[in-house]
């Protein structure tokens, strides 16, 4: 059986919710890292992490960010063995916490699909019938939380770190905002000294300096809304897409160290969505190119941090159905990826879709 969950106390108070969930916590974490000592640090560092933005934790929805925020101390030291790790941090949410896949996907970022295929991994590295593993897991889970002895929660040393930790973040953002304001007040000095003239010209260099790059970096497991109903979000190892109704024969996707780009189509209410992967890029890509009979639009591109040499592109707006021209096989849809330099590095024409 799954533990209980303990009761939060009247109000939304870091100390009464630290002190009343800490064994849990400090119990899921155990069964995470199989150390006694990691466990209470990793708890200890989540809830210094909790401490320092808790005004910001929704009321009602404590209990997922303080699971989220462990799990992600949890795997943010691995490297080698990552995989391995997130087999055990979805068997350890599935068996021990009572989560379903889908409260799983959410806590990890990933799609209830990539929770399933875990799992599954990790049943099997268990035991070769399923059910007979989860049911070895279950027993070692509870055998292994009944050794821990039972601790309190450092509640003084959690409050100082937290809000030395909450100064820490308001200062950096201060000097973040001072450091963007202060050429903003010395370019109106700037103007009020140089009259209309140069102040005319700086405007248009503004003007021109800040257009919209198609490529933005997000953080693992963010959620970008690219569509009506349609989310996507990047794994580590792999692109999600959220949608009304899935689409059929899109997105399919290939070792991400192979050059290409996938495409998928998706059906919304103004009519056809594209978007898919690209991948086996060296650095970052300068656009993605989507052509149709119609012409040619620049689709919009999200990467995780790094160049990591592969990410999601989507284009900026639903194409209607008369601009769509879905005539697969007859070469009416394309996608070209841009380098840095500009060089076409990976293609794609679309062979398959969905009205």
Not at 327 to 339: H, N
């Amino acid at each position: 059986m799954p533990p209980t969950h303990d009761v939060l106390p009247a109000g939304h108070d870091f100390a009464a919710y630290a002190r009343t969930h800490w064994p849990r916590l400090v119990a899921t974490a155990r069964l995470l890292t199989d150390d006694p000592g990691a466990a209470e640090e990793l708890v200890r560092t989540t809830l210094v992490r909790m401490c320092a933005r808790w005004r910001r934790v929704p009321h009602d929805d404590v209990d997922f960010h303080v699971l989220r925020c462990l799990l992600r101390g949890y795997l943010r030291p691995w490297r080698r063995g990552r995989r391995t790790a997130r087999r055990r941090a979805v068997l350890v949410l599935r068996i021990r916490e009572g989560l379903a896949d889908a409260e799983i996907a959410q806590v990890l970022g990933c799609s209830p699909g990539t929770v399933r295929a875990r799992a599954r991994h990790g049943l099997r590295a268990a035991g070769p019938d399923s059910g007979t593993a989860t049911e070895q897991l279950r027993e070692a889970y509870a055998r292994a939380v009944g050794e821990l002895v039972p601790s309190q929660a450092p509640l003084d040393d959690l409050q100082a770190q937290g809000r030395a930790r909450g100064r820490r973040r308001i200062a950096v953002a201060s000097a973040a905002c001072a450091a963007l304001l202060t050429p903003v007040a010395l370019l109106c000095i700037d103007r009020l000294e140089s009259g209309g003239t140069r102040a005319g010209a700086s405007d248009a260099g503004a003007r021109a300096g800040s257009a919209t790059s198609p490529v933005r970096v997000v953080a693992l497991g963010e959620r970008v809304t690219i569509g009506p109903g349609l989310q996507v979000w990047l794994s580590a190892d792999d692109g999600h897409w959220s949608a009304p109704v899935a689409a059929a024969g899109g997105g399919v996707h290939h070792a991400l160290d192979e050059p290409g780009v996938s495409m998928r189509v998706d059906t919304v209410r103004q009519g056809f969505f594209l978007s898919g992967l690209f991948r086996g890029l060296h650095g970052d890509p300068s656009r993605v190119e989507v052509r149709t009979r119609g012409g040619s639009l620049t689709a919009k591109v999200i990467v995780l941090a790094g160049s990591p040499g592969w990410g999601l592109w989507y284009t900026s707006a639903p194409l209607p159905v008369k601009d769509m021209n879905l005539s697969m096989g007859t070469g009416g849809l394309s996608v070209t990826v841009y380098d840095a330099s500009g060089k076409a590095v990976a293609g794609s024409k679309s062979t398959r879709g969905r009205t």
